[in-house]
């Protein structure tokens, strides 16, 4: 179903200075530089900068899980009593996202939501799941 956390993504204030930042930490040049989104590829590893991540929520960053097929993982995901917090939607590049939150009460420890990143090619298939429990 996954093949583990590879892919992480950064809500950034002001692109140009993390895209600099990141270059010189990552030791790479970006695979991606757009207006909306940078990414970097390092072995296999994915880092991107999403200028409006704080405005969609993001208070830190996010790792994605890479799944086979994302439809079939967010099924799953509710089906173990999980909530739809937003539904498969393709964010470019043969690229989904979809995203569930535990269904738990508020304040009830170890409440999480589980955001899910997938591709169309299936050897870069994604989802983020930070711990579902």
């Known amino acids: 179903m996954t093949e583990g956390i590879k892919t992480f993504i950064y809500p950034v204030k002001d692109l140009a200075k993390a895209r600099t930042l990141y270059s010189e930490l990552l030791g790479v040049e970006p695979y991606m530089d757009e207006a909306y989104y940078v990414g970097f590829n390092v072995e296999g590893q994915e880092v991107g900068l999403d200028p409006h991540g704080h405005s969609q929520g993001m208070t830190g960053p996010v790792g994605y899980w890479h799944v086979d097929d994302i439809k079939k ?31 738990r009460p508020e304040g009830t420890r170890h409440r999480s939501g589980v955001p899910l990143f997938s591709s169309t090619h299936p050897t870069s298939q994604k989802v983020h799941s930070p711990r579902f429990a």
């Open 73 to 103: 993982s967010l099924k799953a995901l509710l089906d173990a009593g999980a909530e739809a917090q937003q539904e498969v939607k393709d964010v470019g590049g043969g690229k989904l996202i979809a995203s569930v939150k535990d269904s």
